[in-house]
């Protein structure tokens, strides 16, 4: 299948759906009500799993919606979440679909405004299979009581008018499962934040960091930080810190080197430029890490609540 734009894309998608007969999987960051309801509707396959990211701020900003369970568990379709999702992937029968577009409506062009969205399709063979069913394995599957803490905790955040809302609370956090922690060398960031803010690293580089951090070409320093704070390599460098109390360059070099799932590997050279842009990320978060340099080589620690800067 040739590379598809928004609409044909899902034309394309929807053809399939229509035509479903085994099963359909959905994983896409961003679900909203309209989009999952035109998904419903096409197809009549029985088999149907929905999977979101539901990070807290993606509620809050409305850019997924929390009716999506209650749509789904109405027609007892499974709704689950990873909060480390980041692709769109929908999976028909035989035929697995994979792009930028989001199950929203800007991303399906279901609406009178589209997303400018690439995308294509290909045959669902036996090792992607393989890929999808441990994914589905570490996917938080949500019932009835979970989503209705999570409906009274972002009530109570809207009524206190709080700015971001990064993490659940514990009381939530801990009916999740605690989903494996994952990095690939594409988590990287590609640009430091005067060059992303500057735009004046090179075309590839930017468009990576701005999709990654999910944001547009006109994002500001508070957007793409919050880009950055909801992002993967966020997620590993604070479950690292937690693990060894510190990390200088070299170890945080190493430890990525050692856990990224790329293969072959990329030069222990390209990613050390990665780590680089990550501790200068990391230092604009001067709430959640310190980073220093004692000596010849940078440090980086987090800093507790209560802990001076």
């Known amino acids: 299948m040739l590379l598809l734009e928004t609409g044909a894309f899902r034309k394309e ?6 035509l479903a007969e085994q099963e359909v999987i959905v994983l896409s960051a961003f679900i909203k009500l309209d989009a999952l309801r035109w998904l419903i509707g096409t197809t009549e396959v029985s088999n149907l799993k929905v999977v979101s990211r539901w990070q807290p701020n993606d509620l809050t900003a409305g850019a997924s919606d929390l009716d999506c369970f209650y749509l789904c568990n109405e027609a007892n379709i499974p709704f689950g979440i990873s909060q480390n999702l980041h692709g769109k992937v929908y999976i028909v029968d ?9 199950l929203t409506s800007k991303g399906m062009s279901l609406a009178g405004r589209e997303n400018d969205e690439f995308g294509t399709g290909f045959e669902y063979g036996q090792t992607e299979r393989l890929k999808v ?3 589905l394995a570490s996917v938080d599957w949500l019932d009835s009581g979970i989503v209705e803490l999570m409906a009274g905790h972002l009530r109570d955040f809207e009524e206190n008018g709080n700015a971001q809302l990064y993490d659940w609370p514990q009381e939530i956090s801990e009916k999740l499962g605690v989903q494996p922690l994952t990095v690939w060398f594409h988590d990287l960031p590609m640009c430091s934040p005067q060059d992303l803010l500057a735009r004046t690293a090179d075309e590839a580089a930017l468009e990576h960091d701005l999709s990654y951090f999910q944001c547009g070409l006109g994002a500001d320093e508070a957007e793409l930080l919050q880009g950055f704070t909801s992002s993967q390599i966020y997620r590993w460098l604070k479950s690292q810190l937690q693990e060894f109390g510190e990390l ?3 170890k ?3 430890l990525f080197h050692n856990q990224i799932l790329d293969d072959p590997s990329p030069y222990r050279k390209t990613i050390k430029e990665g780590i680089a842009n990550l501790f200068e990320w990391a230092a604009k978060c001067d709430a959640v890490f310190r980073v220093s340099r004692p000596n010849h080589s940078q440090v980086i620690r987090q800093v507790w609540q209560g802990q001076s800067k």
């Open 133 to 135: 069913q441990n994914y």
């Open 252 to 254: 945080a070099t190493a």
């Open 94 to 102: 035989s035929k697995i679909f994979i792009g930028s577009a989001n």
């Open 248 to 250: 200088s360059f070299g």
């Open 13 to 18: 998608l929807g053809s399939a759906l229509s």
